[in-house]
């Protein structure tokens, strides 16, 4: 039974570029969470959501940043026009209702 | 708005010697208590959770404490083996389950054999 899986693992991008993160979750779960880790800070909850449903994204900023769960495929995160302060680890995770969580190995991005 | 701080940002423990992380919060809503340990270059697994119902919560070689006066709690690990060594994340949550999930900024826990 694979965990969480997220790719890419790192990903580089200049300034003013796009990111999109993907995330899928463990078998069985529909509910999948992204948190974001700056430097030398703690996991901050972004948006949580379930298939074709944005639950929660009172964490995710207001511009740039946008989250999608489709029916079939992945979860994607996409961050439109990064800057170097977007430079982070996110980590997707996942759940079977709102039980505990399961992490992914993060996605590492880079802006240049 | 750091409502879970831990302010240890890293330990050195010998090997065979009890290990402990505290953590502190600022949330008295706060009812459910997790730690999570995370190796580098990998997501955060889970450790071990408390309710705010107990104080005292226990899984092997794991104990999590709770202090709910003094809006505290502490992980101890013993015997403290070199495989414990990671970063340790405190994580705490109210009303709304895993997606008001607030964490600390972790510790990173070395244990020298």
């Known amino acids: 039974n694979a965990g969480v899986m997220q790719n890419p693992r790192h990903l580089v991008r200049r300034r003013g570029q796009e990111a999109r993160l993907r995330c899928s979750p463990m078998?069985?779960?529909?509910?999948v969470y992204w948190y974001r880790q700056l430097p030398e800070e703690g996991l901050k909850f972004m948006v949580y959501?379930?298939?074709?449903?944005?639950?929660?994204e009172s964490g995710m900023p207001k511009e740039r940043f946008s989250a999608e769960f489709p029916k079939e495929g992945p979860s994607i995160l996409r961050i439109q026009q990064v800057v170097r302060g977007d430079s982070a680890a996110y980590f997707c995770?996942?759940?079977?209702?709102?039980?505990?969580?399961?992490f992914g190995e993060g996605s590492r991005l880079t802006v240049l | 708005d750091q409502q879970v701080k831990q302010n240890s940002p890293s330990l050195s423990v010998q090997e065979g010697r009890i290990s402990i992380l505290n953590c502190d919060y600022t949330?008295?809503?706060?009812?459910?208590f997790l730690w999570y340990k995370k190796y580098p270059a990998e997501g955060p697994t889970f450790l071990i959770s408390?309710?705010?119902?107990?104080d005292k919560n226990e899984d092997g070689r794991f104990t999590v404490f709770l202090n709910k006066s003094a809006k505290h709690l502490s992980l101890h690990i013993v015997p403290s083996q070199p495989g414990d060594s990671a970063v340790y994340f405190c994580?705490?949550?109210?009303?709304?389950?895993?997606?008001?999930?607030?964490f600390g900024t972790g510790t990173r826990l070395t244990v020298i054999p």
């Open positions: 949330n008295s809503m706060f009812d459910y």
């Open positions: 959501l379930q298939k074709e449903n944005i639950i929660d």
């Open positions: 078998k069985g779960h529909s509910h």
């Open positions: 408390i309710s705010s119902i107990k």
């Open positions: 994580a705490a949550t109210g009303v709304g389950g895993a997606n008001n999930l607030f």
């Open positions: 995770a996942s759940s079977y209702f709102t039980g505990e969580l399961f």
